[in-house]
């Protein structure tokens, strides 16, 4: 069973990756007002949001997805040691 758990988690965290990855290129090529730009904008603020507020501000740059990809990556490795 807990096993189960360990996978679920897995593949949520491999999700916000992905989801991540696609937001951040399209940050690069689409406008922000393209609704895909937006809904993924919606979907990743409630984790890049927390990092903002306690990262100080860089001008232009935002290193928040970044941060949000090692932080991901650090409960990946964890969860993947508990196995």
């Not at 937006?38 to 990743?44: D, I, K, S, T």
Request: glycine share 4%; proline share 7%; net charge negative.
């Amino acid at each position: 069973m807990s096993e189960f758990f360990i996978m679920v988690a897995l593949i949520v965290i491999r999700t916000i990756d992905i989801i991540l990855l696609v937001y951040v290129l399209m940050s690069w090529f689409v406008s922000p007002y393209h609704p895909l730009r937006q809904g993924l904008g919606r979907l990743l603020e409630p984790f890049l949001a927390p990092i903002r507020n306690l990262m100080p501000q860089t001008g232009m740059m935002d290193f928040s997805p970044i941060v949000l990809f090692i932080i991901l990556f650090m409960i990946e490795s964890l969860i993947l040691s508990l196995m």
